[in-house]
């Protein structure tokens, strides 16, 4: 019934991937190591916050939040097994993002002195 | 080629069902529909991605604002919202693990369960919302705060009166003498102490406030600047900065975004569970599944920033 593995519509597509299919599927016990390693960085991330580093905070909970978001990205969105375009794809928009906050950032600091004094706490009078 | 795949659709194999003309093979169709799906997630990324920058011009512009106003949110709401949505995208990455092995009756279930962890990211989120609603925590010019950060949890008593045990309110309730003296234009406008004073009864809502900064005020914030009674006030916490409602309007915004973004992903699953019940889907047809299971954990990244950003700031 299910013969799409066997059923060669045009004679070149060798097998390749899971038997069972024309694509790789993720093993269960992948899935639920990668949950259970999400959910710890979960509570590191609420813990992190009772340390305090200064302005580390903010770095240290970026980066674990990438990490999560890599472990989403890679085994729950199948990113691992893909073909490279679709990473090429999410860590491109991505990096445009981080482009775009940059350069709104730089802009926004490079005004400040020239605000109306008293708006702008960060500056130093 | 053509002519093979149309006479092997012609025999009616199950998987030529789902194989549409212009495809060769249904791997090559597969690989297509997700590299749209990525194309279209890369879309969504820019669409937060507008969102993030204004949150971080904000921060970066006045830091105080956030570190004062994020303590009116709850980081376990939060961190039980993170969970749930972890959790969900277990059970959807489960759902498509099964369809790819044709077990179908878990796949229905892992699809349930995920709308089950999305509908109790719905009702923390409804606590949460409907919290700030009641206690005036809201965007622009309705942000009319009930309590000082920090109190909530103590029932919104409005502190007009004085014997709260929270530092902020007796450190406030030192400046009171000077605020009275201004013609109160130096009193933070929610500051409710005063505003009590002003206002006689101890009673929030009778009061008028503006969230328009008064003029001559100076720096706000974290800036030490001598306080009412000649005092530095050091700690900008101890004191509500200007324009507070931003991070208000900040939260809503993007949570409020993803609070829409998940409403239709709970809906596309749920069209994905009728079609699932229907027996849709199996190991040679499960792009669907496939695709809003990307679409779902996408949502879950979005949250998994949102969370430390809004509701994690030290």
């Given amino acids: ?125 | 080629m053509a002519g093979e795949a149309a006479a092997d659709g012609g025999q009616g194999h199950e998987h030529a069902a789902f194989l549409a003309h212009h495809f060769e093979t249904p791997k090559q169709q597969f690989e297509s529909g997700k590299l749209g799906m990525w194309l279209f997630l890369s879309t969504e990324v820019l669409f937060f991605g507008g969102l993030f920058c204004a949150y971080a011009v904000y921060r970066a512009n006045h830091p105080e604002i956030f570190l004062y106003a994020h303590k009116y949110l709850d980081s376990w709401l939060g961190g039980i919202n993170t969970a749930f949505l972890i959790c969900s995208s277990l059970t959807m990455a489960w759902a498509v693990h099964c369809a790819q092995r044709g077990q179908q009756k878990r796949l229905v279930q892992m699809l349930a369960l995920t709308l089950l962890f999305g509908c109790c990211f719905l009702g923390v989120k409804y606590v949460e919302y409907s919290h700030k609603w009641r206690d005036g925590l809201l965007w622009g010019t309705r942000f009319d705060p009930a309590y000082a950060p920090g109190e909530h949890g103590h029932g919104a008593e409005p502190h007009g009166g004085q014997g709260s045990a929270d530092v902020q309110q007796s450190e406030a309730a030192g400046h009171d003498p000077q605020a009275g003296g201004g013609a109160g234009s130096s009193e933070p406008e929610g500051d409710a102490a005063a505003a009590a004073a002003d206002a006689g009864p101890a009673g929030g809502p009778a009061v008028e406030r503006t969230t328009l900064p008064e003029p001559g005020r100076g720096p706000s914030g974290l800036a030490v600047r001598p306080g009412r009674s000649g005092e530095p006030v050091g700690h900008g916490i101890l004191e509500r900065p200007s324009n507070v409602h931003i991070f208000f309007g900040i939260y809503f915004t993007m949570t409020g975004l993803h609070l829409l973004h998940v409403l239709a992903g709970m809906a596309v699953i749920g069209w994905i569970l009728v079609r699932s019940a229907k027996g849709h889907f199996g190991p040679d047809y499960f792009t669907p599944v496939d695709l809003v299971g990307l679409y779902w954990h996408l949502v879950d990244l979005i949250w998994i920033y949102l969370f430390p950003l809004l509701y994690l700031i030290h």
């Avoid at chain 1, 013969?3 to 299919?21: Q, V, Y």
Wanted: aromatic share 10%.
């Fill in chain 1, 1 to 125: 019934m299910t013969d799409a593995t066997n059923d060669n519509l045009t004679g070149h597509h060798p097998l390749h991937g899971s038997e069972k299919g024309f694509v790789h599927v993720v093993p269960l016990r992948l899935l639920l190591a990668v949950w259970a390693a999400l959910m710890v960085l979960t509570v590191i991330t609420v813990g992190a916050t009772w340390v305090d580093l200064g302005c580390l905070n903010l770095a240290l909970a970026m980066a674990i939040a990438t990490i999560k978001a890599s472990l989403v990205g890679l085994y729950f969105m199948h990113l691992r097994y893909d073909k490279p375009f679709n990473a090429v794809i999410l860590v491109g928009s991505l990096v445009f993002v981080m482009l775009f906050v940059i350069f709104a950032l730089f802009d926004t600091q490079e005004y400040q002195p020239e605000l109306i004094p008293g708006h702008a706490p960060m500056i130093e009078q």
